[in-house]
């Protein structure tokens, strides 16, 4: 195996992460929590969900089946060309997996955080075992814990961009509105049936549980080479698991992949791996993943997909979403704590909700105007997100604050 050097792996993410081409290309992945209708503070059995999904047979729609740790179902759709056609495929196939679920008094709950149940892990392949085992060592076991087992997103899936210029454009406008979606669909209040105080506890969790793999690439103003900030993030980051020559996965100690480099050992495959385990906000693989969007209930998850595709996508969508991101780019933590009773995030989501909303005809989106135009209707233009509803049904007989310091 040929080793690896610095230059290489600065290679490896321009020609691998921030590979360019004329955008136009969409996709998304949507968790979910899955709850037993009768009992909704009982867990439900991995083994349980897969034997109804598998005998369902796949989704015709194309998207792929996982599982998280926590027993959390993951869609992954296709990539397509067209916004409409991600949305038609990818709600039948969300549709499919309902059904199959359905019989069985099984329902799909769109929720950033379990809101009544303490994370149980259920993974059974080793590399799970492992990353809970680094943070453990890492001092992040509660927040690692729910972070694999208690937590659902929408994941938006947008090209890098036609040219290196182009990229850096979207690199730059995607990170700056990294808060604005994180406070417009905020809907994590509750975690275990305790208030946390943040309308997005998921991306508290997120923010707090690994610094050095999960906070942004790009921040305190920062501008430059995506591709540079990206290999200097990753060579940064310590390294969670190693997959020995004999198959095994072993917790590492703590080496940064630089570190790591500097003994001569890892190889491209090992670079591969490690960049998957590193989890900011926005990460590139070849297209830029758009992380921090809180799952949401089932009508309103093609929202995010619809509002990040057009100001990504759309001209004119873009120079507006550019010019209400900006003054908000590094509220992250006030998106998380308070949605949108932020004014300033507030402001900002108005105006790219608007934007979205013109652009979608220009897409061939036009059927998607609607679910985007009730979401704006009942929250965004009212100041408020999913996480300021009432909960239904009430996760315990009287809520109570959680100590979320830990989140701070």
């Known amino acids: ?12 993410i321009r020609g691998v992460c921030f590979k360019t081409g004329p955008p136009g290309t969409v996709g998304a992945e949507t968790e979910w929590l899955v709850v ?41 759709s296709a990539p397509f060309g067209k916004l409409a056609e991600l949305h038609t495929a990818l709600d039948g196939d969300i549709a499919h997996v309902r059904d199959a679920l359905a019989p069985d008094g099984l329902v799909l709950a769109g929720h950033g955080v379990d809101p009544v149940r303490r994370p149980v892990f259920q993974a059974d392949h080793p590399r799970y075992a492992c990353m809970r085992d680094y943070f453990h060592s890492g001092g992040f076991t509660d927040a690692g814990m729910a972070m694999m087992c208690s937590t659902a997103s929408v994941q938006v899936n947008l090209d890098i961009g036609a040219d290196d210029p182009d990229a850096a454009r979207r690199w730059r406008l995607v990170h700056a509105l990294g808060p604005v979606l994180v406070a417009a669909f905020a809907n994590s209040p509750l975690r275990a049936g305790r208030r946390t105080g943040m309308r997005s506890t998921r991306q508290g969790i997120w923010t707090e549980l690994d610094p050095c793999r999960t906070l942004p690439v790009l921040r305190d103003g920062e501008d430059g080479d995506p591709a540079e900030a990206w290999t200097r993030y990753a060579l940064d980051a310590r390294v969670m698991l190693l997959h ?23 190889g491209e495959e090992d670079l591969a791996y490690h960049l998957s385990t590193l989890f900011p906000p926005v990460r590139p693989r070849g297209w ?24 990504l996508d759309d001209p004119a969508a873009s120079r507006a979403a550019e010019a209400a991101a900006e003054p908000v780019a590094d509220r992250w933590a006030q998106a998380a704590r308070r949605g949108l009773s932020d004014a300033p995030l507030a402001a900002a989501a108005r105006a790219c909700f608007t934007a979205a909303l013109d652009a979608l005809p220009r897409l061939g989106a036009s059927g998607l105007a609607p679910p985007v135009e009730e979401y704006a209707r009942r929250y965004v233009e009212r100041g408020r997100t999913p996480a300021d509803d009432p909960p239904s049904p009430s996760p315990s007989p009287s809520l109570q604050e959680e100590d979320s310091s830990w989140l701070r």
Do not use: C, N
């Open 1 to 12: 195996m040929t080793r690896m050097t610095v230059d290489d792996v600065y290679q490896h």
């Open 36 to 76: 037993d209708h009768a009992d909704p503070a009982a867990h439900v059995a991995g083994d349980r969900v897969r034997a109804l999904v598998d005998g369902a047979g796949p989704p015709s729609g194309g998207s792929r089946v996982t599982y998280e740790p926590g027993g959390q179902v993951e869609l992954s």
């Open 244 to 266: 020995t020559a004999e198959g095994e996965w072993v917790t590492d100690p703590g080496m940064s992949f630089l570190e790591w480099l500097a003994k001569g050992e890892p």
């Open 288 to 311: 830029l993943e758009l992380r921090m969007i809180d799952a949401l209930p089932p009508p309103y998850w093609p929202v995010p997909v619809a509002v990040a595709t057009a100001l």
